[in-house]
């Protein structure tokens, strides 16, 4: 099953919309410079308003950049979060003060050749990933830490997922997610922009995009069956 992660959440029906379509992951972004920051308290309100409604949480992810490691370990207690999804240039000495799991986000510059970035991914890709990091490929936009809209070189991805064990993220969208899944075959995907509706969640869209993973998913079962069938 590719693992589903849904970020940059503010509003309860749109994250209730994310829960009920089976999300594995639901991400709250406490960047101070992000347009889709919420405070900690802000982020307590909406997890206990979904809790009080009777539906089991998903793994709930702090979404940072950069920010000081007491910042980010005070709002892991406080928020109660699952996880941290590191989108700036924190390094292994950084995650070794955090107690919790973390994703790594590795930027794709959409402008540079693929082969001039290539050495430094795969130098970020197994640094984090020998300290036991999950790493997330994200399209790097210029004053921006994700949840741009942009998307990079899905060969590239492809190339990088075969190699080792990654989300993909940018760009992805309803529209377009089963062929991102079916081409580049990640661990997981991440969306943010792509199930908004004018700048906010769209609960409508949260639960297309979770469905159009879940059909990729659906469809590879399937075929596996029906080979494992043909080899009896």
């Given at each position: ?18 829960i009920d379509a089976g ?197 590879r079962k399937k075929g ?9």
């Amino acid at each position: 099953m590719t693992h589903v992660q849904v970020c940059g959440f503010r509003s309860a029906e749109a994250l209730f919309a994310a829960i009920d379509a089976g999300a594995d992951a639901v991400a709250l972004v406490f960047v101070p410079s992000a347009r889709r920051r919420v405070t900690a308290d802000e982020a307590r309100a909406l997890l206990d308003e979904a809790r009080a409604s009777g539906r089991a949480l998903p793994a709930v992810v702090g979404l940072f950049a950069d920010q000081p490691v007491d910042e980010v370990r005070q709002t892991v207690t406080s928020v109660g979060l699952d996880a941290v999804q590191l989108c700036g240039s924190e390094g292994v000495e950084y995650t070794r003060q955090l107690d919790v799991p973390v994703a790594k986000v590795i930027s794709v510059d959409a402008e540079v050749p693929v082969a001039a970035q290539m050495p430094r991914i795969m130098v970020l890709q197994q640094r984090h990933a020998l300290a036991g990091h999950r790493i997330v490929l994200d399209a790097q936009v210029s004053g921006e830490y994700g949840g741009t809209g942009r998307q990079f070189d899905w060969d590239l991805a492809a190339d990088l997922a075969g190699a080792f064990e990654m989300s993909l993220a940018g760009g992805l969208s309803p529209e377009n997610v089963q062929e991102a899944v079916e081409r580049v075959r990640p661990w997981g995907v991440d969306v943010s922009s792509g199930v908004e509706t004018d700048g906010e969640k769209d609960p409508v869209r949260v639960r297309a995009f979770v469905e159009a993973v879940r059909a990729v998913d659906a469809r590879r079962k399937k075929g596996g069956l029906a080979r494992l069938l043909g080899r009896r």
